[in-house]
């Protein structure tokens, strides 16, 4: 059995340094990329695209099935096994990456409508989403500073009580929403964010 100063020195001489060095930034924005995917800076451009997520993946599982085979000694193991070990890693890696990808795409919540107000410094999200069997959209109220948002949860709507329709209208402090049962009318501070007038929560049962 080699030593751990053997296995590095002969991964080290099997390698190219820059090889080595590729790897390296290539995990950096492996890295980088999953961080963006997450968007902490709640920037605008980033707020429903999905690809940060399925490219840092993807990279990922490259960088994994190259470790793999970079740190099996070939001299000792037959080609053959090397390259089932790094498939092998390769394909459970792409499916952990698929599953996560299709939970992030199709298991969140659905963004079917949204309106800007006339300045185009706020905004209102309507996000579906199902309740056990029934529809039920969540209202988000958000205002936008250069490339970033703050957002604001101002309640939501549930089919059995009230069935979303469509935005009235948009403007600073102030969004009217149309339901089946009528207009809802949801009120913000336009500088802090503030929800002043939700949503009523018997439109909500259970949720608002």
């Known amino acids: 059995m080699q030593k751990p100063s053997r296995l590095v020195s002969h991964v080290t001489g099997l390698v190219p340094r820059r090889r080595m060095v590729a ?20 920037l605008i451009f980033l707020q429903d695209h999905p690809l940060p ?17 970079l740190l099996i000694p070939t001299e000792h193991r037959p080609l053959i ?12 890696c792409a499916g952990v990456a698929g599953a996560a990808l299709g939970s992030f795409l199709f298991e969140k919540e659905e963004l079917v409508n949204r309106a800007v107000s006339a300045d185009g ?4 999200r309507v996000l579906y989403w199902v309740a056990v069997i029934d529809d039920a959209w969540d209202i988000v109220v958000q205002r936008r500073d250069g490339a970033r948002f703050v957002a604001a949860y101002a309640g ?24 089946d049962e009528g207009v809802v009318e949801v009120q913000f501070d336009p500088d802090t964010m503030r929800i002043t007038k939700r949503i009523p929560a018997e439109l909500c049962p259970g949720y608002g």
């Open 23 to 42: 790897v390296g930034v290539a995990g950096v924005v492996a890295v980088a990329l999953l961080t963006v995917s997450r968007n902490p800076w709640n």
């Open 53 to 69: 997520l399925a490219v840092s993946w993807l990279m990922v599982c490259v960088l994994l099935a190259v470790a793999v085979w």
């Open 81 to 92: 096994w090397a390259f089932v070990a790094v498939a092998t890693v390769a394909v459970l």
């Open 121 to 124: 410094r706020y905004e209102v």
């Open 156 to 179: 939501c709507l549930y089919s059995e009580a009230a069935r979303y329709e469509r935005i009235q209208s948009v403007e600073s402090g102030r969004a009217r929403i149309v339901t």
